[in-house]
């Protein structure tokens, strides 16, 4: 009998869509997630190389006392500035993308789960695509997106807008995806909409082992 090959499939969007509430689904059908932003963090909060380019590029004044970085003023700086954006991603990004493979690698060879999923805003922005079976894009209308950023990270409607505006649109994330999920209803309706492509998702690795 051929040994099961999980699925793995990038979940993607813009800020504010949902698709890590969709990642939340996924896991509890019994998918394995790995979410690139937590990858990034824990890179950042444990490899003193990172910290060391951070402050050379930043200031110092982007750690705590404790060592730990100052993520919001951080946040603040590069997003008035592409050229900081630019040297920001520069420093974070190779080394995210290397651990994400790593635990890729480490899910795949487990043998435990038939989909691994990997919940990152910037896959199509760093061209990542090519990585994965398939891309999950997560999409709803903006006044929705507005919302859940403003109640969950307290940003203005002005900011929120700026840092939309400086990821790709999601109208050309939904043209280039495998799956397209709607995220304008009931968190029951996403579930749903999650579980189709969770069977979707096994179908297609039913494919592969074949």
């Known amino acids: 009998m051929a040994k099961r090959k999980p699925v793995v499939v990038a979940?993607?969007?813009?800020?504010?869509?949902?698709?890590?509430?969709?990642c939340q689904f996924l896991e509890k059908m019994g998918a394995k997630v790995i979410n690139a932003d937590n990858v990034a963090k824990k890179e950042v909060d444990s490899n003193p190389e990172v910290k060391a380019e951070l402050r050379k590029a930043f200031g110092r004044h982007i750690f705590y006392r404790n060592g730990k970085?100052?993520?919001?003023?951080?946040?603040?700086?590069?997003?008035?500035?592409?050229?900081?954006?630019?040297?920001?991603?520069?420093?974070?990004h190779p080394r995210m993308v290397a651990r994400i493979i790593e635990e890729i690698e480490k899910a795949r060879e487990s043998g435990r789960y038939p989909i691994i999923a990997v919940d990152a805003a910037l896959i199509y922005e760093l061209n990542l695509e090519n990585m994965f079976d398939a891309v999950v894009v997560v999409t709803s209308r903006?006044?929705?997106?507005?919302?859940?950023?403003?109640?969950?990270?307290?940003?203005?409607?002005?900011?929120?807008?700026d840092r939309i505006n400086k990821q790709i649109?999601?109208?050309?994330?939904?043209?280039?995806?495998?799956?397209?999920?709607?995220?304008?209803?009931?968190?029951?309706?996403?579930?749903?909409?999650?579980?189709?492509?969770?069977?979707?998702?096994?179908?297609l690795g039913q494919r592969k082992t074949a």
Not at 142 to 161: A, F, P, Q, V, Y
Not at 177 to 202: C, H, M, P, S, W
Request: with cysteine; aromatic share 4%.
């Open 169 to 203: 649109p999601i109208k050309d994330k939904m043209r280039w995806a495998d799956f397209v999920i709607q995220n304008n209803g009931t968190l029951e309706e996403l579930e749903a909409e999650t579980r189709k492509l969770y069977q979707n998702l096994l179908k």
């Open 11 to 22: 979940v993607t969007g813009g800020m504010g869509c949902g698709q890590t509430t969709v």
């Open 69 to 92: 970085l100052n993520r919001k003023l951080l946040a603040r700086i590069v997003f008035e500035d592409q050229a900081k954006t630019n040297r920001l991603n520069r420093i974070v």
């Open 142 to 161: 903006m006044s929705n997106r507005i919302k859940r950023i403003k109640e969950r990270d307290g940003l203005t409607e002005k900011e929120i807008i």
